[in-house]
């Protein structure tokens, strides 16, 4: 039943991603609400997968790497669910169901589904860490998505060869602040992540701590930046794609870390 759930989720976000490939490709793409649709129905399924893990395992489902993707790939639909209809970027969708999508097929693909991990009196403040942690990583990467946009759109202002893609992305400055607004969204929860984890005195890994203080520092210097305008709309974008892809590559051997002692 799990994986069943998890397999009609991830065709949800096939069908949105093979959506606006076969609209683009016709030239008469328009986001709306067919891809928000089948977005949202991808991560009903994903929400009724990691409540049923949950129970089983008695914890937030975060146990195992397998978990850890399928909760990163929710948390990163939940943040374009909240911010895409807030800032009107409803072509985010787009961008954001082939990262989905491919977060999915890894952790359905790869062998590293351990099964249900029971584990019993966790403190509150450990899981808060954790589930903190990867929505804050929702938000990089949905910062990420946005400056994968601006760029898209950079290119093909300067081009001057516009298209239907071009005519419906949102205003490049939106776009720009968007990016900085989610990288300060996702900066706060892992801070708070950060001060839940000192509550809960939880032996840390020194390598796994050093690891995330620095993606923590990247982040924040990122954001400071953004602020006194010290940083070029472009280069921020840049940024944004190649620190939470770094970030995004590390992930496993944090999550490695964190369940040893």
Same mark, same amino acid.
């Given at each position: 039943?799990?994986?069943?759930?998890?397999?009609?989720?991830?065709?949800?976000?096939?069908?949105?991603?093979?959506?606006?490939?076969?609209?683009?490709?016709?030239?008469?793409?328009?986001?709306?609400?067919?891809?928000?649709?089948?977005?949202?129905?991808?991560?009903?399924?994903?929400?009724?997968?990691?409540?049923?893990?949950?129970?089983?395992?008695?914890?937030?489902?975060?146990?195992?790497?397998?978990?850890?993707?399928?909760?990163?790939?929710?948390?990163?639909?939940?943040?374009?669910?909240?911010?895409?209809?807030?800032?009107?970027?409803?072509?985010?969708?787009?961008?954001?169901?082939?990262?989905?999508?491919?977060?999915?097929?890894?952790?359905?693909?790869?062998?590293?589904?351990?099964?249900?991990?029971?584990?019993?009196?966790?403190?509150?403040?450990?899981?808060?860490?954790? +589930?903190?942690?990867? @929505?804050?990583?929702? =938000?990089?990467? !949905?910062?990420?998505?946005? &400056?994968?946009? #601006? %760029?898209?759109?950079?290119?093909?202002?300067?081009?001057?060869?516009?298209?239907?893609?071009?005519?419906?992305?949102?205003?490049?400055?939106?776009?720009?602040?968007?990016?900085?607004?989610?990288?300060?969204?996702?900066?706060?929860?892992?801070?708070?992540?950060?001060?839940?984890?000192?509550?809960?005195?939880?032996?840390?890994?020194?390598?796994?701590?050093?690891?995330?203080?620095?993606?923590?520092?990247?982040?924040?210097?990122?954001?400071?930046?953004?602020?006194?305008?010290?940083?070029?709309?472009?280069?921020? +974008?840049?940024?944004? @794609?190649?620190?939470? =892809?770094?970030? !995004?590559?590390?992930?496993? &051997?944090?999550? #490695? %870390?964190?369940?040893?002692?």
């Amino acid at each position: 039943m799990d994986r069943l759930l998890l397999i009609a989720a991830t065709l949800c976000f096939l069908t949105s991603f093979g959506y606006t490939l076969y609209a683009l490709g016709a030239g008469r793409f328009r986001p709306g609400r067919f891809n928000f649709a089948a977005i949202l129905m991808g991560f009903a399924f994903q929400s009724a997968f990691l409540y049923l893990r949950g129970k089983a395992e008695g914890s937030c489902p975060l146990n195992s790497l397998f978990d850890v993707l399928i909760f990163q790939s929710w948390s990163l639909v939940l943040t374009y669910l909240i911010v895409g209809p807030a800032f009107r970027l409803s072509l985010l969708g787009a961008f954001t169901a082939p990262i989905a999508l491919m977060v999915m097929l890894i952790a359905l693909i790869a062998p590293i589904d351990q099964g249900v991990v029971r584990r019993f009196e966790i403190s509150p403040w450990v899981e808060a860490h954790a +589930a903190l942690s990867i @929505i804050a990583y929702g =938000a990089f990467g !949905l910062s990420s998505v946005a &400056g994968v946009m #601006y %760029l898209v759109q950079e290119r093909q202002l300067k081009s001057r060869k516009a298209s239907s893609l071009l005519y419906n992305l949102p205003p490049i400055n939106d776009l720009a602040a968007a990016i900085g607004h989610l990288m300060g969204f996702g900066l706060v929860l892992l801070t708070i992540s950060f001060a839940a984890g000192f509550f809960s005195q939880m032996p840390v890994n020194s390598v796994k701590f050093w690891a995330s203080a620095a993606i923590w520092v990247v982040y924040c210097a990122m954001v400071l930046m953004h602020r006194v305008h010290s940083l070029a709309p472009r280069k921020l +974008a840049e940024l944004s @794609i190649g620190v939470f =892809a770094i970030a !995004l590559i590390t992930l496993p &051997g944090i999550q #490695y %870390l964190s369940s040893r002692p």
